[in-house]
C-alpha cells in the first residue's frame, strides 16, 4: 500500500493512473422477493390390481401361459415321456408275438399240406396204370368167371388180378388216394368232382342224375386229383 502512494506521487499529473473505483457487490435479486410454494402434506395413494387383471383378460392369459411352462415339473415331463415308450414297446411286442403266431400256423398248414399231397405227382403217374388194370378186369364176362366148366386159367387169372387190385387200392388209401364211381350211388352232377362228356334222356331218372362213368374219379385227401368223367341225364 505505501509503496503504491510513493509511486503516485512520484508520477507527473499526466502519467498518474487512476484505477476504478470498486463499487461494493450488490446482488442481482432480492431474496426477499423469490416465493416458494407451500409444502403440502404427503398423502398415501393406494392402486387397485383387479381393475387393471379385468380390464384386460388376454394379457392376463398370455401371462399364464407364459408362466406355466416354467412351473412344469421335469420329472412329470420325463415320467409322461417314458409312459410313451412304454405304450409304443407294448404294442410293438403284441404285434411280434401275433406276427410270429401267424407265422408258426401257416408253417404248419404248409407242412401238413406238403406232407399229404407229396406223392400227388406219383398219384397222377399211377393213375393210368390202375385203369389198365380195371379195363383187364372188365373185359372178361361175368357168366366166364361164375360157371363151374370155365376156364380154371382164365378163372385163376382173374382172380388173382381182382386181389392185385385190391390190395393195390388198399394200400393207396392208407396214404390217401381214393376212387369214386359217381354211377354207382346215381349221385347227382357235381362240377367239383365230375367232368360232363355228354347228356342224353334216360326215362326214370331226374335231370342232372349221373347214369354212367366212363372213367373212374381219383382224390387224395379230399383234393380231387382227376374228375370222373360221365354222361348225365337230360330229360327236359
Do not use: W
Not at 503504491?4 to 432480492?30: F, Q, V
Not at 387383471?53 to 415321456?81: F, G, H, R, Y
Not at 407265422?103 to 399240406?113: G, H, I, N, P
Amino acid at each position: 500500500m505505501i509503496q503504491r502512494c510513493l509511486l503516485r506521487n512520484s508520477l507527473p499529473r499526466s502519467t498518474r493512473i487512476y484505477l476504478p473505483h470498486k463499487a461494493p457487490y450488490r446482488p442481482l435479486y432480492d431474496p426477499s422477493s423469490l416465493r416458494f410454494p407451500s409444502r403440502q402434506p404427503i398423502t398415501s395413494r393406494y392402486y387397485s390390481i383387479a381393475t387393471e387383471a379385468t380390464s384386460d383378460p388376454q394379457s392376463s392369459t398370455a401371462e399364464k401361459s407364459v408362466s406355466e411352462p416354467k412351473d412344469e415339473d421335469p420329472l412329470k415331463k420325463e415320467l409322461e415321456t417314458k409312459n410313451r415308450e412304454i405304450i409304443d414297446l407294448k404294442d410293438k411286442y403284441l404285434r411280434s408275438v401275433a406276427d410270429f403266431r401267424n407265422l408258426q400256423e401257416r408253417t404248419k398248414r404248409d407242412v401238413k399240406s406238403a406232407r399229404e399231397f407229396a406223392i400227388s405227382q406219383f398219384a397222377k403217374d399211377l393213375l393210368e396204370s390202375i385203369d389198365n388194370l380195371d379195363r383187364a378186369l372188365e373185359t372178361v364176362p361175368a357168366d366166364k368167371v361164375g360157371k363151374e366148366d370155365s376156364n380154371k386159367e382164365l378163372v385163376n387169372l382173374y382172380n388173382g388180378l381182382r386181389m392185385t387190385e385190391t390190395i393195390l387200392m388198399q394200400t393207396l388209401k392208407k396214404h390217401g388216394l381214393e376212387r369214386f364211381d359217381p354211377s354207382e350211388q346215381q349221385e347227382r352232377f357235381n362240377p367239383n368232382l365230375h367232368e360232363a362228356t355228354f347228356q342224353t334222356k334216360v326215362e326214370g331218372k331226374e335231370d342232372g342224375t349221373v347214369f354212367i362213368t366212363q372213367q373212374k374219379g381219383f382224390s387224395l385227401n379230399g383234393r380231387v386229383v382227376r374228375a370222373a368223367k360221365v354222361g348225365v341225364v337230360k330229360n327236359s
